[in-house]
């Protein structure tokens, strides 16, 4: 796909246009003509609009001196026009380095901002969480106690025991809270961070296993929520990857398909790990709103938002980059109003088999 792409780009844009260029002896027209295309090519990767513009001019100057029978210099018409071509390639260069510029300040300012607010609020949420702790490994036995003996209290101050046994689901309410907001946290730093500029500990895991964790521990708004989700195991294999940031990149997608099944008020989600010719992959589904198909090529560009305004859009370029480090593609497929499906695909994967863990399991 990627030589299909260079040799039709290349034969669109600069080897066409300076061909009819150079045949037409710089007439306005095609000097214009060539010039937007120019323009038009240098917005694709730089290095391979460069390669893809040398290459070009050369083939069709190439092939203006076979239909000349010789080698024939251009005209001070076509060569006035050179100077013009190159400052256009140069302002949209200077552009695109600005946009990059920008997006890295952004990208550093809320990694900045991120790493201050977690670090205020990691202090407190861990009090709260030990607090917690100590209330849930003595409230019981207390609960328990007084049940037993609340006989010989006076009936003025005698507990309902229906409030009592509210104590102890209030307790692991707040452990989940705490729990759910260090995992905001955690995600929105990964996030805000370039995983693919850092050095990584790699390790060898099951992505079966690594994934029913994540949904084990994902801090789900309600037991209806985690009813939604689905373990669908066809085969299972293991991948060398840094599991911190991989389980990163399956609560963003968690995270993705249970907005999607709110929106629309209806749905579920299917999470299908198989090994494949290729090496293997895993796939998050969800039927829930769906993206409209004009959206799709954009949802995995930096600071890009769909619904617009929600959420920070940083999550699936994230996905994206950390996945590029390990040599693996995410990709989507969508229809607006049926479903919603990410698929990553790892290579040259190690199958853990299918006998043990071939089925489907709800978490």
């Known amino acids: 796909m990627e030589l299909y792409?260079?040799?039709a780009i290349t034969y669109m844009a600069p080897y066409f246009f300076t061909f009819m260029f150079l045949m037409n002896d710089g007439s306005s027209v095609w000097s214009?003509?060539?010039?937007?295309?120019?323009?038009?090519?240098?917005?694709?990767?730089?290095?391979?609009?460069?390669?893809?513009?040398?290459?070009?001019?050369?083939?069709a100057y190439l092939a203006f001196s076979l239909a000349n029978h010789a080698i024939v210099m251009p005209s001070s018409a076509v060569l006035v026009n050179l100077p013009i071509d190159m400052f256009a390639i140069l302002l949209v260069s200077v552009t695109k380095v600005s946009r990059r510029i920008i997006e890295e300040e952004k990208l550093n300012g809320m990694a900045s901002v991120l790493g201050s607010i977690s670090h205020e609020l990691r202090?407190?949420?861990l009090s709260v969480h030990a607090s917690a702790k100590g209330l849930n490994q003595y409230v019981?036995?207390?609960?328990?106690?007084?049940?037993?003996?609340?006989?010989?209290?006076?009936?003025?101050?005698?507990?309902?025991?229906?409030?009592?046994?509210?104590?102890?689901?209030?307790?692991?309410?707040?452990?989940t809270e705490v729990q759910s907001m260090n995992s905001a946290i955690d995600l929105l730093l990964a996030n805000a961070g370039r995983a693919k500029d850092k050095p990584q500990m790699v390790q060898d895991f099951s992505i079966k296993d690594l994934i029913a964790s994540v949904v084990q521990?994902?801090?789900?708004?309600?037991?209806?929520?985690?009813?939604?989700?689905?373990?669908?195991?066809q085969s299972d294999f293991r991948v060398e990857a840094n599991m911190d940031l991989m389980s990163m990149v399956i609560v963003?997608?968690?995270k993705n398909a249970l907005r999607a099944v709110a929106r629309a008020?209806?749905?579920?989600?299917?999470?299908?790990?198989?090994?494949?010719?290729?090496?293997?992959?895993?796939i998050v589904r969800?039927?829930?709103?769906?993206?409209?198909?004009?959206?799709?090529?954009?949802?995995?560009?930096?600071?890009?938002t769909y619904p617009a305004h929600e959420g920070t859009g940083i999550g699936l370029a994230f996905c994206r980059e950390t996945l590029a480090s390990w040599g693996a593609k995410i990709a989507c497929r969508s229809e607006e109003g049926a479903f919603c499906e990410f698929e990553i695909q790892f290579k040259s994967t190690r199958s853990h088999g299918t006998a043990n863990y071939a089925g489907t399991t709800a978490l």
């Open 252 to 254: 963003n997608l968690l």
């Open 265 to 282: 008020r209806k749905g579920d989600i299917r999470i299908i790990v198989e090994a494949n010719s290729q090496g293997g992959k895993f």
């Open 286 to 304: 969800d039927t829930g709103c769906g993206i409209p198909r004009s959206q799709i090529a954009h949802i995995f560009t930096r600071f890009y």
């Open 5 to 7: 792409s260079y040799a």
């Open 32 to 59: 214009q003509s060539l010039l937007i295309a120019v323009v038009a090519l240098f917005l694709f990767d730089g290095r391979f609009a460069t390669i893809s513009w040398l290459s070009g001019t050369a083939l």
């Open 123 to 125: 202090t407190p949420l």
């Open 140 to 175: 019981p036995p207390l609960v328990a106690f007084y049940k037993k003996h609340s006989g010989l209290a006076v009936a003025a101050e005698r507990v309902p025991i229906r409030q009592l046994d509210m104590t102890v689901p209030a307790i692991e309410r707040i452990q």
């Open 217 to 233: 521990w994902y801090p789900f708004e309600s037991d209806k929520h985690r009813a939604l989700v689905t373990l669908d195991i």
